[in-house]
């Protein structure tokens, strides 16, 4: 038996094209240096599994002990009963230990034991499918000019995406600090939709806190625009209130993408018949395993089940199951290259083919990690377990 031996967070420098608003959403920028941290879970065999992960989110989970004193001296393979053993220090750690943080330990956890296995995540997890079709999840609207200013913007851009291959397309339109509203979702909507035609799945993931009068009038016209979802128009911890604009609507209702509780709070919105298609990511709902947990809970209720955002942790999930169509590649923008991996990646995870994205060969999750370059722009690192 290989146990867990060192749990060690690395901090690098790296290089992103992208700039974050006050409001947390993400647009094209210049060049500019950021940091980055790596996970890295070693066994005593000396197998390792790495996940990469935002500083703060991982950096005070391990130096507030949550993380390696619960996986230090177990056995690396026991992903199941180790992420339960993480996830219970939740209670009382002071929210130094999220979602987020429990998902990097599980998914470095998985990578160890594909890597040690020689085989994928995807594979180990069951193995469902090879590839899987692609959706073009833009950026949030702005006010660059040739960017995601007007309607006539998202229209010509969903029409280059389309050039590219994409048979779906997500619009994320304009949400706090920029102006937003109704009227202006709606204009952009039927201006793509006019843009690409009838044959071209489209989804709309709008400002989140619309009220209830104003998220009804936006799903109305998406029923008469034949969009293929309606994702977080209200706060989500309003169950009622997505029961309540589900009921009188054509199109899905996409959820939750963001309410806390893992697979749990997603079992509540399927008692509650709050959406029509259930929704989970693998990074903020607390990793792979209650990613699966939710896929199969939406399987047996006869849900689809979309996995949210990108990445080599979201294919491992839609790789190894079939209760649900898409995957989400992006965040795009018509001014942003997402096909050239950051500094720290040798190549992308998911490159796009014909419209569908293939599941990683690679063993383990199949980031293809430039491990020369993170150590030669490390700036610290924080360890537990043996030297």
């Not at 939740?90 to 594909?114: E, I, K, V």
């Not at 259930?278 to 209650?290: E, F, N, W």
């Not at 995870?349 to 014909?354: C, F, K, R, T």
Request: hydrophobic content about 40%; some cysteine; aromatic content about 6%.
């Amino acid at each position: 038996m290989a146990v867990v031996e060192r749990v060690v967070v690395t901090v690098f420098t790296t290089v992103t094209r992208s700039v974050v608003d006050g409001h947390g959403h993400r647009h094209p920028g210049p060049p500019r240096e950021v940091r980055e941290a790596l996970l890295t879970i070693t066994d005593s065999d000396g197998a390792t599994g790495r996940c990469l992960a935002a500083p703060d989110t991982v950096r005070e989970a391990v130096i507030a002990g949550h993380i390696g004193p619960a996986l230090i001296g177990q056995d690396s393979l026991d992903r199941e009963r180790l992420w339960h053993r993480v996830a219970r220090r939740q209670r009382g750690a002071q929210g130094n230990l999220s979602d987020r943080a429990l998902s990097a330990a599980d998914q470095a956890l998985w990578d160890l034991a594909g890597r040690r296995l020689g085989l994928p995540v995807w594979k180990l997890l069951g193995g469902a499918r090879a590839e899987v079709p692609a959706y073009a999840s833009t950026m949030c609207g702005d006010d660059i000019p040739g960017g995601l200013a007007t309607p006539e913007d998202y229209a010509a851009f969903a029409k280059d995406l389309v050039s590219r291959g994409y048979r779906g397309i997500k619009l994320h339109t304009w949400m706090p600090p920029m102006p937003y509203g109704v009227d202006r979702d709606i204009e952009a909507c039927a201006a793509v939709r006019d843009a690409v035609g009838p044959d071209v799945a489209l989804m709309l993931d709008s400002n989140h806190w619309y009220s209830r009068s104003e998220a009804l009038t936006l799903g109305r016209a998406l029923d008469e625009l034949d969009f293929a979802w309606y994702e977080e128009p209200m706060e989500e911890a309003s169950v009622q209130s997505y029961r309540w604009l589900a009921d009188q609507l054509r199109t899905p209702i996409l959820g939750p993408e963001t309410s806390w509780g893992k697979h749990m709070a997603r079992a509540e919105w399927v008692a509650a018949g709050a959406c029509d298609i259930l929704r989970v990511g693998v990074v903020g709902s607390g990793g792979i395993i209650p990613a699966v947990k939710a896929v199969h809970l939406a399987e047996s209720f006869g849900m689809d089940c979309e996995i949210h955002g990108n990445g080599s942790g979201a294919l491992a999930v839609i790789g190894a199951t079939l209760c649900g169509r898409w995957y989400e590649r992006g965040l795009l923008h018509p001014h942003s290259d997402y096909d050239t991996p950051a500094p720290h990646l040798r190549s992308i995870v998911d490159p796009l083919m014909d419209g569908k994205v293939r599941m990683p060969d690679a063993p383990g999750l199949g980031d293809d990690l430039d491990v020369d370059y993170i150590a030669s722009r490390t700036v610290a690192s924080w360890g537990t377990g043996s030297q």
